[in-house]
C-alpha cells in the first residue's frame, strides 16, 4: 500500500525484509476491512523518522474507514499521499522532485502533502505545486475526514496547518503495516531548541498523551497477538503523564512491560538531558524492556553542543553512559551524529571521534550538517565547506564501521533469543533482532518461524549484522 524511505533513525527500527503480509489490524473497536470501499483508492508514500511512518499507518486508518480502498500502486490510485520529512535538505528536496513528477498525472488524481514538509513550508506548496489540493501537518491530522470531505467536495486548496493544538493524534483506527512490531505514539513534538533542528517548527510543543490511552492501545495490541511493541516521540523520555495518575516515562515503561503478552517494549528517541539512572535500572530490573537505547549526543565536543544548544555537555552524556555500562545487562547503544556544525573545527570533530571509542556504540546514524529554515544555526559564522563535511564524515563512519566489527565479533559462541521478521529464500536464511535489536541472519530446519521467538547461536559477524543458526 505504501512506500518507506529510511532517512536517519528510522533504520533502526528493523523493518521486517519480508513482511509476511501488511495487516489491517485498527486500534479501535471495529475491524476497518469490513466496511465497505466507496471505490476511491489511495497510496501513501512516507519519507522520514519512524514517527512519519506510524502516522501514515494513522492516516491510512482513517481513510479505510471513510470506505477509501488502499492500493499498491501510485498508479492505480485516485488520491496519492506524500507524508513528508523536512529534517534536511536533501529529504525536502526529494519530496519536491516527486511532486513534480506528479504535475500532469494531478487531473486525474488528488495529490496532498503530509507532514514536516507540508507544515514548514504551509500554502506555498500551492504556489509551487498547483496541482496538490491539500495540504497538512501532523498536529492537524485529527481533522483529516473533515479536510478530507472538503476535498471530495471538489476543494482545490484544502489546508490543516494549526500547531497550538493540544490534542495528541488519537485514531480510532490505525492500519498497522508491520504485523511483528507495533508503534505507539506516546508524547508529540518538542520543546528543546536545538539551533540545527526544525522539528519544534514542523511538529509544535511537546504533548504527552493520557496513559490510559497508551496502555489501552497496548493492551488492544496485545490481543491482536502483537509481542512487540515501540513507544515513540520525537523526545519519548520527556514523557509526563497529563492525566491525574501522572505517570513519569519510567512509570509508562512499567505498566506498558506488564500488559500481558507484551515480550518486548522498546522507545525512540531519548533525549540525554532526561535521561535518569532510573530508565536504566528499570531495563536491568524488567525482562520485557529491550536492552537497545538511542540516545543521540550530536557531537563529543563540549563548544559545539552549546553552539548546539544541546543543554548537557560532553562529560554529563558520558556519566549517563557509565550508567548504562554499569548496568547488568549488556545493553545495546546507538546515536546520532552530525559533523560540520558551524564553527566545528578539527578538534572538535576529533573529541566526537574519541567519544564514538569511549562510548562504544552499536550504531550510529550520521549526518552532515544541513542549514534549514527558521533554524538559529543558519545564522551562525563559520559555516563548514561542504567538502570538509564530506570529509568527516567518511572518517567518522569508517572509525564507527571497526568499533561495530570488534563489538560484534565478541558475540560469536553467544546464544541470543531472536525475534523473527524476515525470510530470504535465495540464502534460505532467516533473519530478525536481539533485544538489543541487532540485526542476525540465521538458518533452522523449522519451516515457517515468521513472528516466532528463537534461540539463535552466532558464529559469524559484521559491521552490520550477526549470524548464526537456530538452537532447536
Ligand atoms: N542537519 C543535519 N542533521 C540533522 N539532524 C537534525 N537536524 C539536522 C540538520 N539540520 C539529525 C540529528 C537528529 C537526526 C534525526 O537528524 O542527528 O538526531
Ligand atoms: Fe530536534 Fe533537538 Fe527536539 Fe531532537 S531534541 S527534535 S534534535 S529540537
Keep these: 500500500m505504501s512506500k518507506t524511505f ?21 486500534a479501535g473497536a471495529r475491524d476497518v476491512s469490513t466496511i465497505p470501499p466507496n471505490g476511491k483508492s489511495f497510496y501513501i508514500e512516507t519519507f522520514g523518522c519512524q514517527m512519519n511512518a506510524h502516522d501514515s499507518e494513522k492516516v491510512a486508518g482513517v481513510l479505510l474507514e ?39 498525472a494531478a487531473p486525474r488524481k488528488v495529490i496532498g502533502v503530509l507532514g514536516c514538509l507540508a507544515q514548514q513550508e504551509g500554502e506555498e506548496i500551492f504556489e509551487r505545486a498547483p496541482w ?31 500547531l497550538d493544538t493540544e490534542e495528541t493524534f488519537e485514531t480510532e483506527f490505525t492500519r498497522r503495516d508491520n504485523p511483528i512490531r507495533a508503534y505507539i505514539t506516546i508524547i508529540e513534538g518538542c ?13 509544535g510543543p511537546e504533548r504527552s498523551r493520557a496513559s490510559d490511552a497508551v496502555l489501552g492501545e497496548a493492551r488492544r495490541l496485545a490481543d491482536h497477538g502483537y509481542s512487540e511493541i515501540q513507544l515513540l516521540g520525537q523526545t519519548v523520555n520527556s514523557y509526563r503523564d497529563p492525566s491525574p495518575r501522572g505517570l513519569d516515562f519510567v512509570g509508562l515503561l512499567r505498566e506498558v512491560a506488564a500488559v500481558e503478552g507484551i515480550r518486548r517494549v522498546r522507545f525512540t528517541t531519548s533525549h540525554p538531558n ?7 535500572e528499570a531495563i536491568d530490573e524488567i525482562p520485557a524492556l529491550c536492552d537497545h537505547v538511542h540516545l543521540p549526543v550530536q557531537s563529543g565536543s563540549t563548544p559545539i553542543l552549546r553552539a548546539m544548544r544541546r543543554t548537557y555537555t560532553r562529560d554529563e552524556y558520558l556519566e549517563k553512559i557509565s550508567w548504562i555500562h554499569a ?19 578539527e578538534q572538535d570533530f576529533e573529541e566526537t571521534l574519541t567519544l564514538l571509542d569511549a562510548v562504544g556504540y552499536d550504531g550510529v546514524f550520521s549526518f552532515k550538517y544541513s542549514p534549514r529554515p527558521n533554524t538559529a544555526a543558519t545564522a551562525m559564522p563559520d559555516a563548514v565547506l561542504e567538502e570538509e563535511k564530506s570529509r568527516r564524515l567518511a572518517i567518522l563512519m569508517e572509525r564507527q564501521r571497526q568499533i561495530q566489527i570488534a563489538r560484534n565479533e565478541k558475540l560469536v559462541g553467544a546464544t541470543f533469543e531472536v525475534l523473527v521478521d524476515g525470510r530470504h529464500e535465495s540464502r534460505d536464511q532467516w533473519s530478525g533482532r536481539t533485544s538489543g535489536n541487532r540485526l542476525v541472519n540465521f538458518t533452522s530446519p523449522r519451516q515457517s518461524l515468521l513472528g516466532e521467538y528463537v534461540q539463535v547461536r552466532i558464529t ?13
Design 327 to 345: 548496568a547488568r545487562r549488556a545493553f545495546s547503544i546507538t546515536s546520532d551524529v552530525i559533523v560540520g556544525f558551524p564553527g566545528e573545527t
Design 191 to 203: 520543546d528543546y531548541a536545538c539551533s540545527y533542528c526544525v522539528v519544534p517548527h514542523t511538529r
Design 274 to 280: 532526561d535521561f535518569h539512572r532510573a530508565i536504566v
Design 66 to 104: 471513510r470506505g477509501y480502498r488502499a492500493v499498491d500502486s501510485l498508479m492505480h490510485a485516485d488520491l496519492v499521499l506524500y507524508n513528508t520529512c523536512s529534517i534536511r535538505e536533501k529529504a525536502a528536496q526529494k519530496v519536491f522532485s516527486r511532486l513534480g513528477e506528479m504535475r500532469y
Design 460 to 472: 559469524r559477524a559484521s559491521a552490520n549484522s550477526i549470524a548464526g543458526e537456530q538452537v532447536i
Design 132 to 162: 496538490v489540493s491539500l495540504v497538512c501537518g501532523s498536529a492537524s491530522y485529527r481533522r483529516l475526514p473533515e479536510l478530507m470531505a472538503q476535498v471530495e467536495e471538489g476543494g482545490r486548496r484544502v489546508s490543516g496547518l494549526d
Design 6 to 26: 529510511d532517512i536517519g533513525i528510522e533504520t533502526l527500527a528493523g523493518k521486517p525484509q519480508a513482511a509476511p503480509q501488511a495487516s489491517s489490524e485498527e
